[in-house]
């Protein structure tokens, strides 16, 4: 499924609002020239995420699918300079090409590549227990999304946001007789996110020069002060 005026209409928007960045064009050139497949989010949606960076004030992005490591210099752009991303990637060799990709475009010192199957390397981050993210992009195997969900609602801080990438698949997300594991992975996925009392979500559909698809948008629930315990700060401290 496409239309040409898509992405007539991407390079249209894409010429006029997004500004030229060499190290961002350098991943890409690098990333082809490595034999990568082209399926990182394009220049719109990459900056669609670093807007949300900026303006939800994230200082800590969690990102699981990290390729060339084109989405996360987008995101690392936008952080301040403490910030950082912990970025996850099964294939040792998309993780080689995106650490060059992230020391030309002087990203390094924000970003963390951890290789390995994600479901491996998730309990690693949260046995370490470090801070918790205040960002999650979801963007590797489709078929495990609904478990990568879940590990974000665990490694989030409440208030957090989680985008999810390729939802929609071409329409194929609402059919429920799909056999294809990614759309079966999807459905999973937002059933999870219906019946988690802790979140929020919905999903924007999109065209663009990645053709027919969408991504999630979920809210971890913000802290609720409970009338049951005394405000942490007027607690009287002992020792
Ligand atoms: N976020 C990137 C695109 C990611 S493409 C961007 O927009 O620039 C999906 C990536 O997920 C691929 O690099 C793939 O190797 C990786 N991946 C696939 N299965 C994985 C797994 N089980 N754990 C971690 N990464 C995985
Ligand atoms: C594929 C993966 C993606 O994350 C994407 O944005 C587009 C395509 C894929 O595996 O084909
Ligand atoms: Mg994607």
Redesign the pocket.
């Known amino acids: 499924m496409s239309d040409a005026r898509w992405e007539t209409v991407d390079h249209y928007i894409e010429h006029l609002l997004v500004r030229r960045d060499a190290g961002m064009e350098a991943a890409l050139r690098e990333?082809a020239a490595a034999g990568?497949?082209t399926?990182?989010?394009s220049p719109l949606?990459?900056k669609s995420l670093q807007l949300l960076v900026a303006s939800l004030g994230v200082r800590r992005v969690l990102?699981?699918?990290?390729?060339?490591?084109?989405?996360?210099?987008?995101m690392a752009r936008a952080l301040p300079s403490h910030g950082r991303i912990v970025?996850?990637?099964?294939?040792p060799r998309?993780a080689e090409v995106a650490r060059s990709n992230f020391a030309r475009a002087r990203v390094s010192e924000k970003i963390e590549v951890r290789v390995?199957?994600?479901?491996?390397?998730l309990p690693d981050l949260a046995r370490e227990g470090g801070e918790p993210f205040d960002l999650v992009?979801i963007?590797?195997?489709k078929p495990?999304t609904a478990a990568y969900f879940d590990w974000a609602m665990r490694l989030a801080r409440p208030g957090a946001v989680i985008v999810v990438?390729n939802v929609v698949r071409q329409g194929a997300l609402a059919d429920p007789s799909n056999p294809d594991s990614s759309v079966r992975g999807m459905r999973r996925f937002l059933e999870r996110v219906a019946a988690e009392p802790r979140a929020e979500g919905t999903v924007v559909q999109t065209v663009g020069a990645k053709g027919y698809d969408g991504f999630a948008l979920v809210r971890v629930a913000p802290p609720t002060p409970s009338p049951a315990e005394p405000d942490e700060s007027k607690r009287p401290r002992v020792g």
Do not use: M, R
């Open positions: 990333s990568l497949p399926i990182q989010v949606q990459g990102e699981i699918g990290t390729l060339g490591g084109y989405s996360a210099i987008w970025t996850l990637e099964a294939d998309h390995g199957p994600a479901l491996k390397t992009f963007d590797a195997d495990n990438d």
